[in-house]
């Protein structure tokens, strides 16, 4: 399968601790998303990368956020003292410059 | 990007054709509008995405009204798996490759 992966699929963590979530583009891909959706609404950008920098981020992107694509191919997205507001489904998407985005089937966040 | 408004949910027959509206009153000249659709438990899917003039693709049509302050998107035979939320997004060509707004979005039902 060639399309955007990400894993875990699902993780379940404790009010406090720190998780780490992975997402492989499409290879030929140099452009890469973070979204966040919660239950009943529609996804929210967190950040976007154009092969390794990171060139936007949102507000939504609080300190305790943090990704990274260090050789412009797969990606991570860890979160520190996750809170209960974290729980949410964590998508990725992948686009080749400005064409149309691929996403990921998505990490789900349960937060303890 | 222009705020879209759309249902929050339609029925459709099985084989019919769905006709999903948005309005985007506000769009600017430089904005296209872009559709995704969300299947349950899966992220989301690029469908279609015009300026002005009407596009069809293996997957739907997009209707652009000549005022373009409202659209269309057309399934001519809609199955029982295009039961999905279908979003609608106005945005610049230059911006859907960085970020996608997506709204609350239309929940399709295509029954048999």
């Known amino acids: 399968d060639t399309g955007v992966s990400q894993d875990p699929r699902h993780k379940i963590t404790k009010r406090g601790q720190n998780v780490t979530f992975r997402c492989d583009p499409i290879?030929?891909?140099?452009?890469l998303y973070w979204y966040r959706q919660t239950l009943g609404q529609g996804p929210e950008f967190l950040t976007y990368?154009?092969?390794?920098?990171?060139?936007?981020k949102s507000r939504l992107l609080s300190d305790r956020f943090s990704a990274e694509r260090p050789k412009g191919s797969f990606s991570t997205l860890e979160i520190q003292r996750t809170e209960q507001g974290d729980s949410a489904m964590y998508l990725c998407?992948?686009?080749?410059?400005?064409?149309?985005?691929?996403f990921g089937p998505g990490t789900r966040l349960t937060v303890l | 990007d222009a705020k879209t408004t759309q249902p929050p949910s339609m029925d459709c027959a099985e084989g019919r054709a769905a006709n999903l509206p948005c309005n985007h009153s506000?769009?600017?000249?430089?904005?296209?509008v872009y559709w995704y659709r969300q299947i349950h438990s899966q992220g989301p899917q690029y469908i279609i995405h015009g300026l002005k003039n009407n596009e069809t693709n293996e997957m739907a049509s997009l209707i652009i009204t000549e005022d373009r302050k409202s659209s269309t998107l057309i399934l001519p035979h809609a199955t029982l798996r295009d039961t999905a939320v279908y979003y609608c997004?106005?945005?610049?060509?230059?911006?859907?490759?960085?970020?996608?707004?997506f709204g609350g979005g239309t929940r399709l039902m295509v029954k048999p």
């Open positions: 997004i106005a945005t610049p060509l230059w911006n859907a490759g960085n970020m996608l707004t």
């Open positions: 506000t769009i600017s000249g430089n904005e296209y």
């Open positions: 998407a992948s686009s080749e410059g400005r064409n149309e985005q691929f």
């Open positions: 990368f154009q092969n390794e920098a990171q060139l936007e």
């Open positions: 290879s030929e891909h140099n452009r």
